[in-house]
């Protein structure tokens, strides 16, 4: 079945670090993959998504580009800021439900130091 | 930005206590879902629905049930709560492919 990895957790980083969160997924054919923000006491926000191999999609400074070759979709940002400090989950949508279940990640939480 | 509303938005209760969880959502969604939260922050689909009238059990076991009787409304209930059902509670909306979630319910059975 369809499954998404994420990087374990927790990350711990300094205001202005580079940030790399990984995510590898295993689907059959060309899934939609996505990143959600989970900011602490709310629910999920969509941060990012791409539907197609090579997409690259971009929020907020957050970057992630569709690798099909690697099965990978690796969250980036430059520059993290303290409000960065969150969990992050990967999810994909199968391409073959017309539906949109989300297979989803366990999570990564960061947390950004000043 | 989704319009999707949870009440209540924190709950304790003693066990044995009947409960509903609401969710409603303003955009007409016809995909609508529920989501238990562990502590250790990993999500499960336990129910959803693709429109009015139709629900399905998701991947987790649960002993709560749901109705979807209009588009807008996809209540969650538990019959009789056990400690074991402490935890937060999340349900997403769908047009398509892309989710969007309210701010959960973090229920405590005592």
């Known amino acids: 079945g369809d499954s998404v990895t994420q990087m374990e957790g927790p990350v711990t980083l300094s205001e202005e670090a580079f940030l790399t969160i990984n995510c590898t997924y295993t689907?059959?054919?060309?899934?939609?993959l996505f990143w959600y923000v989970q900011y602490p006491g709310e629910g999920l926000q969509l941060l990012l998504k791409a539907t197609k191999a090579d997409d690259k999609g971009s929020n907020k400074g957050f970057e992630a580009t569709y690798r099909k070759e690697t099965t990978s979709f690796h969250l980036e940002k430059g520059s993290v800021q303290v409000s960065d400090s969150a969990v992050y989950f990967c999810a994909l949508s199968p391409i073959r439900t017309s539906g949109s279940r989300l297979t989803f990640g366990e999570g990564t939480q960061l947390t950004v130091n000043p | 930005e989704a319009d999707i509303y949870q009440t209540p938005r924190y709950l304790v209760i003693g066990t044995g206590k009947k409960i509903t969880l609401e969710c409603s959502q303003t955009?007409?969604?016809?995909?609508m879902y529920w989501y238990q939260q562990d502590p250790g922050m990993e999500l499960h689909l336990i129910h959803y629905?693709?429109?009015?009238?139709?629900?399905e059990k998701g991947d987790l076991s649960s002993e709560s049930t749901v109705s979807r009787i209009r588009t807008e409304h996809f209540p969650l209930t538990l019959e009789s709560a056990r400690p074991s059902h402490t935890s937060q509670y999340l349900c997403?909306?769908?047009?398509?492919?892309?989710?969007?979630f309210g701010a959960g319910t973090r229920l405590s059975v005592l």
């Open positions: 997403a909306s769908s047009p398509g492919r892309i989710q969007y």
């Open positions: 629905s693709y429109g009015v009238n139709s629900t």
């Open positions: 955009m007409g969604h016809d995909k």
């Open positions: 689907a059959t054919g060309y899934p939609s």
